[in-house]
């Protein structure tokens, strides 16, 4: 068989490939959506942070601009300006939240297109990772996920639509200039807009955040140090805009309470500490020993996994970024791709989600859509994988949390996945 032969052949096998996983994507978004549709028909709602919203939206409406002053029924108001915005125009559409029917279909809504970002993103790591459709079943099977989304209505589903969008992004953003319908000026809107809408997840809860190292690292390798330094300017100059109206009035309230790194969390709810106690899961000590350990996963992922996805070194990563011997580095420094780009931010994003100080049981939602592809590029053999993501699902779905399910989160299912 000629070159030509297998180049033709290569691209039929890629288009077919393309057809099956479009075809296994729209009939699991059509089947979620008559899913989503039952559980909200026939499934009880149950009411445990939405009226707490609603509270802290109603000091807003009524025009208090101290986030000191702003509180519900569960504490006072943690999030950023972004969650207040988005939860005004929900208290607006939703009869100052007391029509739960309403909410739940708009958080469908939100459901649905974060699946739609989520197999968008997936489909773009077609190219070499090549998951099989049927691992996509995966993200339709999570009963807490749906949980989470229709019967409980957390701003962390809402925040993680956002940052998916935003890696969906990056991906147009690495891909256009190689498929030769993007200019440099259309890959800069691309990478503008991905930033934007990481921004705007960042500024409805802090947690996508822990995607910002893996999308930093995407900024270096793409455009450099130059690029770097003007996505982050831009996630600053968008906070500072969409926080304005407090900021203006309250500055320093408004970023002690929004951007509280320090905040201590509930034992009581913890999903994945519980087994360390109360005294050491409350203690600076164990939250320090996370950090640090947080801090040194992403130095391993930095210096040693992430430039091995480009068959690089990471000295060649910092002086490509650099612009250090440009020219002598291009031809074994190749240029980033949407499989490199989306294994970077998902591993960012899951170190995080294993150091963090708690994880309650909305927080699932911050990484469970990124399980098929880690489990896929993970060294876990493929047959034990399903097995792997069982365990995971059904740890997060004992509650309350018990001191052998919290165990097992930790070592049994995160540890070897990472």
Wanted: charged content about 15%; aromatic content about 10%.
């Amino acid at each position: 068989m000629s070159s030509q032969q297998q180049q033709a052949k290569a691209n039929t096998d890629r288009k077919q490939r393309r057809r099956v996983f479009l075809g296994a994507a729209l009939a699991l978004l059509s089947a979620e959506a008559l899913l989503n549709t039952a559980i909200i028909q026939r499934v009880a709602y149950t009411e445990i942070d939405w009226h707490a919203y609603m509270q802290e939206i109603e000091g807003v409406a009524s025009g208090e601009r101290n986030y000191l002053k702003l509180a519900g029924d569960t504490g006072p108001l943690v999030y950023p300006a972004g969650f207040v915005w988005i939860y005004r125009a929900l208290r607006a559409v939703t009869d100052c939240g007391k029509d739960i029917r309403q909410a739940q279909h708009i958080f469908m809504a939100v459901y649905l297109a974060t699946l739609a970002a989520v197999l968008g993103i997936y489909g773009r790591a077609q190219a070499n990772a090549r998951i099989h459709p049927a691992m996509l079943a995966v993200l339709a099977l999570s009963k807490r996920l749906h949980s989470i989304y229709v019967l409980r209505l957390f701003n962390d589903t809402v925040a993680m639509l956002f940052a998916y969008l935003a890696v969906l992004a990056m991906t147009s953003a690495v891909v256009a200039p190689r498929r030769g319908d993007g200019s440099a000026a259309s890959s800069k809107r691309l990478w503008v807009v991905s930033t934007l809408l990481l921004s705007t997840g960042i500024s409805v809860k802090m947690n996508v955040q822990l995607m910002l190292p893996g999308f930093a690292y995407v900024w270096l390798r793409a455009g450099g140090l130059g690029l770097v330094l003007k996505q982050l300017a831009l996630i600053v100059l968008s906070q500072a805009i969409v926080a304005a109206p407090f900021l203006i009035q309250f500055p320093s309230e408004y970023l002690a309470r929004a951007f509280d790194f320090g905040r201590q969390f509930d034992f009581t709810w913890t999903v994945n500490w519980r087994f360390v106690g109360e005294s050491v899961f409350a203690s600076p000590q164990w939250a320090l020993g996370l950090l640090v350990t947080h801090l040194g996963l992403l130095a391993v992922l930095g210096l040693l996994v992430w430039p091995r996805l480009s068959q690089s070194s990471a000295l060649d990563v910092l002086r490509a970024g650099l612009g250090v011997g440009q020219r002598r580095l291009s031809n074994r420094h190749p240029a980033v791709t949407a499989d490199e780009a989306i294994a970077v931010v998902f591993t960012a994003n899951f170190v995080g989600v294993v150091c963090a100080r708690s994880l309650h049981y909305q927080f699932y939602s911050w990484y469970a859509h990124t399980l098929p592809l880690l489990l896929h590029i993970s060294y876990i053999p493929m047959l034990a994988q399903p097995v792997l993501w069982l365990m995971i699902e059904y740890a997060w779905n004992v509650y309350p949390s018990t001191t052998i399910s919290s165990l097992s989160t930790a070592s049994e299912k995160h540890l070897p996945l990472l």
